[in-house]
């Protein structure tokens, strides 16, 4: 049974493997050739020094695993890479691209809206508070601060960052987004990560319909 059951997972892994493969090289010219050259600059250095320390067996073997795994390290960099360049611009991308993230963060979208499709969304992480909105720069930018004020009132002295996405300065952009998020210093304890964002739900939010799950999969944009 346990073998039955490890060759369907590795069933299941290969099939999402060539689904990603398919579907980033759909988006994504520069693919394959990325990936044979991590593959094979692995195998021959892993390989060379092998040989040079007079293991001419183990040295190529090592050089051939590695060179698999730097090629789906590519695969993986360049999936996300499309995925993000398939939704960027469009309303909601920022919501989409936070309730992907690996952690604990809890996001809520939409908590703040304008009738232009501007949005605030919430973020609750070991950082604190995190304000991300989208959309036209002046009006988000009075958008946070309207709901920075009101989160304030609540969260007391736990921090309450703002973020503003975008390709302007002082904007953080879509692609850069994660890696902002992960690069803001700690302030909560784990287990308060939960307790705080229940008591920000409690505030309410806009009803407005957000994209929720994870990143739509990358393919020919039209």
């Known amino acids: 049974m346990r073998l039955m059951a490890s060759l369907s997972g590795l069933g299941q892994r290969l099939s999402q493997l060539r689904q990603a493969l398919v579907q980033t090289r759909a988006a994504d010219d520069k693919l394959i050739p990325f990936m044979a050259a991590a593959a094979v600059g692995t195998f ?71 009738r232009k499709q501007d949005f605030v969304h919430r973020v609750v992480g070991r950082p604190g508070v995190i304000l991300v909105g989208e959309g036209a720069s002046a009006r988000v930018t009075s958008l946070l601060k309207q709901e920075k004020r009101r989160v304030a009132r609540t969260v007391g002295e736990t921090p309450v960052h703002e973020v503003s996405v975008g390709d302007r300065e002082g904007q953080v952009p879509l692609r ?29 939010h806009s009803d407005l319909p957000m994209p929720k799950g994870p990143m739509p999969r990358p393919g020919k944009r039209r």
């Open 44 to 114: 021959v250095v892993i390989g060379g020094v092998g040989v040079a320390l007079e293991q001419p067996i183990a040295g190529p073997l090592l050089g051939l695993l590695l060179g698999a795994m730097a090629a789906m390290i590519v695969l993986g960099l360049r999936a996300q890479r499309a995925a993000l360049g398939a939704i960027e611009g469009q309303p909601g991308a920022a919501a989409a691209v936070l309730q992907s993230m690996r952690g604990r963060w809890k996001v809520t979208p939409a908590v703040g809206v304008t």
């Open 176 to 204: 850069q987004l994660q890696n902002h998020m992960a690069r803001l210093p700690r302030a909560l304890k784990a287990g308060d990560v939960d307790t705080l964002d229940r008591k920000l739900r409690a505030l309410g």
